[in-house]
């Protein structure tokens, strides 16, 4: 070092130039990369799809879409209208008359999207104007009209409509609220990812309305859908808002804004790199992988302000840039290297989680951490080998020796960190024990947590979406879908058809029946069970034009059997399973859990009571098949038969019940799922019926389980591979161990917090476990690695722990203080995810700053004849002894 310095002073002028020329050269070969993939950012596909949380062959997600087709169903928009004013709310001609423009209207949102139809699904909206009136036409007979064929033009038509919907169970709380003052349509969409251009359509029509209702939109589709475009709107202002305080911060404590920038242009860099890389390998910017920035800007800042904060206190001893240079780089290459590469493996074990879009952002905010360790090393020497001499000249803090007991000790923060050391050294058993008594705490908190999701609470609570929500979902059955299927647990097969008829035809023991008993077996069959009884029907029908009078009745009783065969394959035609259908719809009900469900029962009910003049005695289940299969076919001359089809299959051997649910909570969903499998266990189900489920709730559901445990697994696996990492750091197995301390501390803490103040676990904050895993292991190896260094210098502990707590301290809490507070700008965010995230990440580096600036010295005072080969104290100018 001594040489370097006389030659430089004896050459000053050719080594600036090389100096500066190496430095500029150095910030071109890392700056210009990033600038090509600025133009990558433009060809980025933004996916807010939840769905795509889990891999496309996943099996809930392929049953999900295959349902959906079998059903013909579609996502839908809600759009409420309530109206607080006068005694009938909605229920007014000039209300109702604008609510059938609007239903008008959303037919026409349609449009071709790459060759393909989107928009909306004109034929299944569900709206006044667009559903059935069912009533009795006499004896037998059933009139399906318009519930609202125009506009209302008095007030009594009004109220018509909503008497006539509270009549028919399908409508009642679902187009109408229970308390008749309200209306809901339902406007499906073909691509999720529809539903913002729809909602904003149908909000520019809104505006132009003249009534004193409000006017709400809603759903799990919107939600998400808006969501993806809200978050770029919250990247845009949000993060550079965090990263200017982070600069004020800086400039506070080093007081020069060119110096500052350079951590700027690290993170600038790193986020851009990422970014860029990411959507030119072709990947989407998913819910997850648009807060790589969030996340990647912090780690990048740290390394870049260890540097600095060094840099700030040597400085004025040495007076020689490159002189101060490469003691700080060769005092902070091994322990930024070593939290580099921990980071990047807390975050890439997140490749071990079972969601895609979740291994992704584990991967790239890896890769972002890594660039922006690349950039720190190269770029900001570089940058300061740039500056010209001038902007140091009353650069740095005041005394001469850094490794000094009393460097920098005329300021706040120096003192502070001294008393904080001799604290932690003198009480150190004290500070365990706090510790201990925190994690017993904290542990509770932990046994509370609830892990819980929905993206409607994505949105702050006074969001026009939150409040659309609460709106809606107090009057009506539920904005949240989810759907049940059910079908025979055996299939129908040729084999079952024949079985089942033989046995028919051998109760009837009549020659005919034996007749065609015997010809069973060879009956053609090839083209399936219908095939079969179709065949069997014509044999008999032949049969039964030629018989005698005396055997015709016998050749009808073998044509009823084989109608019943045929009947019985219609599995939900049969009264018995469409009873327990409807038993189960009732007690799902009454749980609270579901607010409305819709089923083939309901119709089947609706059209046998119309048919039987309207008596509301004769709202229930027909007693054969018989007379269920003629409701079915009354039902299909309505308006809307692809209503039926819906909710059964035209075979019939598969229904759909749609529930309601007045919350997305996946606690709540997960309640309903478990009433269902309690309520099968207790009450044995008529034929064997297998059951699953689908929906955009339920598919919430299963990813959030997935990540779950994904995130356990991979927060495990980051643990032990940074452990690892810790030992090799240090070649002792003890110090590996120690130095994991502070990290196991802040996520007991963080996350005792959430279960202490009722926060749920949700995405955001399964993620942070891999931030903790980043952040808090990196203040204990800058705290350990310095303080070994500091040890083999003085040889004894007391004597290390005042030169451990004056710059290696101060760089630890000027990080905290810079990061910690930086981020606290995203508290103002309407997206709650950021505001979890900036809350999280300012109290994850505060907890790890108090755990390795206290814990640490404390662990290591009482551990210390195991930890280290002491001499004896010597005089030092320290406070401890």
Not at 320 to 337: A, C, G, I, K, N
Not at 699 to 713: E, L, P, R
Not at 764 to 773: D, M, N
Request: overall charge negative; hydrophobic content about 50%.
């Amino acid at each position: 070092m001594t040489s370097l310095s006389e030659s430089a002073m004896a050459r000053p002028g050719r080594v600036m130039w090389a100096a500066g020329l190496a430095s500029l050269l150095m910030i071109v070969l890392v700056a210009v990369p990033s600038l090509f993939a600025v133009p990558v950012l433009q060809g980025l596909k933004v996916d807010t799809d939840p769905e795509n949380m889990l891999a496309a062959d996943e099996p809930v997600r392929v049953f999900h879409d295959r349902m959906q087709a079998e059903f013909s169903l579609h996502d839908l928009i809600v759009v409420g209208v309530v109206q607080e004013d006068g005694p009938n709310g909605v229920f007014n001609p000039q209300t109702l008359g604008e609510v059938r423009e609007l239903a008008q209207f959303a037919e026409t949102l349609r449009w071709d999207e790459d060759g393909k139809a989107a928009g909306v699904v004109a034929a299944d909206i569900i709206a006044p104007g667009n559903v059935d009136n069912i009533e009795q036409a006499g004896a037998g007979s059933v009139s399906f009209e318009w519930l609202m064929p125009r506009a209302p033009q008095t007030q009594a038509e009004a109220l018509a409509v909503r008497d006539k919907a509270l009549a028919i169970p399908m409508l009642s709380d679902t187009l109408v609220s229970g308390d008749g003052r309200a209306l809901a349509l339902y406007i499906p969409i073909r691509e999720k990812d529809d539903s913002y251009r729809v909602a904003s359509k149908l909000r520019e029509r809104i505006v132009q309305f003249d009534s004193q209702a409000d006017y709400h939109i809603t759903g799990l589709p919107i939600a998400q859908d808006q969501f993806g475009v809200e978050m770029f709107k919250q990247m845009a202002i949000s993060a550079p808002a965090a990263m200017l305080l982070i600069l004020v911060l800086m400039w506070v404590f080093f007081r020069n804004l060119n110096l500052v920038l350079a951590p700027m242009v690290v993170a600038l860099v790193s986020v851009t790199g990422a970014m860029g890389l990411l959507i030119a390998t072709g990947n989407t910017v998913h819910i997850m992988s648009s807060m790589i920035p969030i996340f990647v800007m912090p780690i990048a800042v740290l390394d870049a302000v260890h540097i600095l904060s060094d840099f700030y206190d040597r400085y004025p001893a040495l007076r020689d840039r490159r002189q101060t240079l490469r003691h700080v780089m060769d005092e902070l290459w091994r322990p930024m290297l070593f939290t580099t590469l921990t980071t990047c493996a807390g975050f890439a074990s997140l490749a071990l989680t079972p969601i895609p879009p979740v291994q992704v952002f584990g991967l790239f905010v890896a890769i972002g951490v890594f660039l922006a360790w690349l950039c720190t090393v190269t770029l900001v020497p570089a940058y300061i080998m740039l500056m010209p001499e001038r902007a140091f000249a009353n650069f740095g803090a005041a005394g001469t020796d850094p490794n000094a007991a009393d460097a920098g000790d005329h300021g706040l923060l120096a003192r502070f960190l001294l008393r904080l050391g001799d604290f932690a050294y003198r009480r150190a058993k004290l500070v365990l024990a706090l510790f201990l008594v925190a994690l017993g705490v904290a542990g509770y908190g932990i046994s509370q947590i609830r892990i819980n999701d929905n993206p409607v609470k994505w949105f702050s609570s006074d969001h026009e979406i939150r409040v659309a929500d609460r709106a809606l979902n107090e009057r009506f059955g539920g904005t949240y879908m989810a759907y049940l299927s059910l079908s025979p647990t055996e299939p129908r097969t040729v084999e079952s058809v024949r079985a089942d008829l033989a046995g028919r035809l051998e109760t009837l023991d009549t020659a005919p029946a034996r007749t065609l008993l015997d010809t069973l077996p060879a009956a053609d069959a090839a083209d399936g069970p219908d095939a079969l009884l179709d065949a069997l029907g014509d044999t008999v029908a032949e049969r039964q034009e030629s018989a005698t009078d005396a055997a015709w009745p016998a050749w009808e009783a073998v044509a009823m059997a084989i109608e019943s065969a045929r009947q019985a394959g219609d599995t939900f035609k049969q009264p018995e399973v469409l009873r327990y259908v409807a038993a189960l719809q009732d007690h799902l009900r009454e749980t609270g859990l579901v607010g409305k469900s819709n089923a083939v029962t309901d119709i089947v009910k609706t059209v046998h009571r119309e048919l039987l003049l309207g008596d509301e005695d004769e709202f229930r289940i027909p007693d054969s098949a018989r007379a269920v299969a003629q409701t079915l076919i009354t039902f299909q001359n309505s308006h809307r038969p692809q209503d039926l089809f819906k909710l059964v299959t035209p075979d019939y051997r598969r229904a759909n019940v749609w529930l309601q649910l007045p919350s997305g909570d996946n606690t709540h969903m997960r309640q309903v799922v478990d009433e269902v499998e309690a309520f099968m266990a207790d009450n044995p189900l008529p034929v064997a019926l297998d059951h699953d489920w689908f929906g955009l709730t339920y598919i919430n559901t299963v990813w959030q389980q997935k990540m779950v445990a994904g995130m356990a697994k991979s927060l495990a696996g980051g643990f032990v591979a940074v452990l690892l990492l810790m030992t090799l750091l240090f070649r002792s197995p003890s110090w590996g161990l120690l130095s994991m301390v502070p990290l196991s501390i802040t996520i007991a803490f963080i996350y005792g917090v959430i279960g202490l103040i009722g926060k749920d676990y949700d995405m955001p904050v399964a993620v942070l476990s891999s931030l903790s895993l980043g952040l808090a292991v990196d203040y204990a190896i800058h705290f350990v690695v310095r303080s070994r260094e500091i040890h083999a210098r003085v040889g004894n502990w007391p004597a290390t722990v005042p030169q451990a707590f004056g710059e290696p301290a101060r760089a630890i809490a000027r990080n905290v203080i810079v990061i910690g507070a930086g981020f606290l700008p995203l508290l103002l965010a309407p997206l709650v995810p950021y505001q979890t995230v900036g809350v999280f990440i300012s109290a994850i580096l505060v907890t790890a700053g108090i755990a390795t600036l206290l814990g640490l010295p404390a662990l290591i005072t009482i551990f210390r004849p195991l930890l280290f080969k002491e001499r004896a104290p010597q005089t030092t100018t320290g406070r401890m002894s």
